[in-house]
């Protein structure tokens, strides 16, 4: 069974920092891309950033030059460093790891206060 922690999240002021942490579990296989998605009250879920095992990533236009995703395979960790937040940045940060299937963690809140 695939588990995914994540930790990090908190409440921070407008142009402030956090780095979230994804730690999987019960791996048995290379994880092929891992990546954070953020969902806001009233609105769907949207991926922000993902990296492959390779190291290649992807951002969301919103937090580009802002966010920076990072992992580590031998400790089967992703990692979310997100610089200068703003209000809109507030939601719950979900991580996502696709291997034979797609599993989530249990989300993080980031609260970002003018």
């Known amino acids: 069974q695939v588990q995914l922690v994540e930790s990090g999240g908190g409440l921070v002021q407008a142009g402030g920092s956090l780095r979230l942490s994804c730690a999987a579990s019960?791996?048995?296989?290379?994880?092929?891309?891992m990546g954070w998605y953020r969902q806001a009250p009233g609105k769907q879920r949207e991926l922000v950033a993902a990296?492959?095992?390779?190291?290649?990533?992807n951002y969301a236009d919103s937090v580009k030059g802002r966010f920076t995703i990072s992992r580590d395979n031998g400790k089967n960790t992703a990692y979310l460093q997100m610089n200068s937040l703003k209000p809109e940045d507030t939601a719950v940060y979900y991580c996502n790891a696709e291997l034979n299937r797609g599993y989530w963690g249990q989300g993080t809140q980031v609260t970002v206060s003018p």
């Open positions: 990296i492959t095992s390779g190291g290649n990533t």
């Open positions: 019960g791996v048995i296989f290379n994880i092929n891309i």
